[in-house]
């Protein structure tokens, strides 16, 4: 890593960090919500929104084009903007459709994607908007933490070095998985990771238990695999996905989460999915199910 490397990262850390108040644990009695994140109904694809009680805000991917008004809604909603980061988990069309607009209209203060080449219009058109818009930029590098303040942190879990390839490509396989952890609960975006990243992932020896999984590539049978959903062991997973085309999810994934005996949500049924984290309990509450319900 260069030193010019080293000093955005500092930069990028020492912004994320400003005004984190410090012993901000509530009383046992009465424990506020230190995290919040809202998996965004925006059809076949990624829109994830962290915010913590720190008042930092995280854009996890944004959807298809076609979504940048319902993701913009959501972050208004949240007083979100300008977010303090997007974090674009691999360049697909689902994930990063949206995010020019977000940029534009709502403003961010860093960007940070994986850096897998990939050859799309689409991508390309971002990185100008980053670049136009004057937004620093960070690779993605497994290790690396962010601190949203009040205890609550994402780890980046991934992308694999070198990228993994599959198929025609390794987009997928290339994914920028990532951890939150907010007390003694946490949340794993595991993007579109596919099998290959899962036990790349298996094989890191890092800590993959979470209370929550946001389920990689919307269900799809070529991730989930039983290894990796038993090392992760959640108590809940969310799958983000459309009920038209692609049919995600497969059968044979939603048997696998049957499996370890996870409850499953999708925003097709749900629509937006809301899940807060006090740092002992987790709730989930969605559109057509607004009244929270907490995990067992
Ligand atoms: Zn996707």
Redesign the pocket.
Known sequence: MSRTWLGHLRWALLALCLGCPRNTVPPPTSRPTLATVDIIAVG???AILVTSAAGKRLLIDGGEAEAAPVVLARLRSRFACPLDLILLS?P?A??LGGLARVMEDCGARLYMDGGYRHDSRLYARLLEVVEELGIPLLRAEAGRQIDLGSGVVLTLLGPPRPFLEEGADGV?ASSVVTRLQVGRSSVLFA??ATAPEENWLLGQGVGLRSTVLKVG??GSRSSSTAGFLAAVAPRLAVI?NWPNAPKHPHPETLERLRAVKAQVLETAREGTITIELDGEGVTWSSVNHPRKVPLP
């Open positions: 076949h694809g990624d691999h697909h689902d994930h997928n993007g579109d590539h919307h983000s």
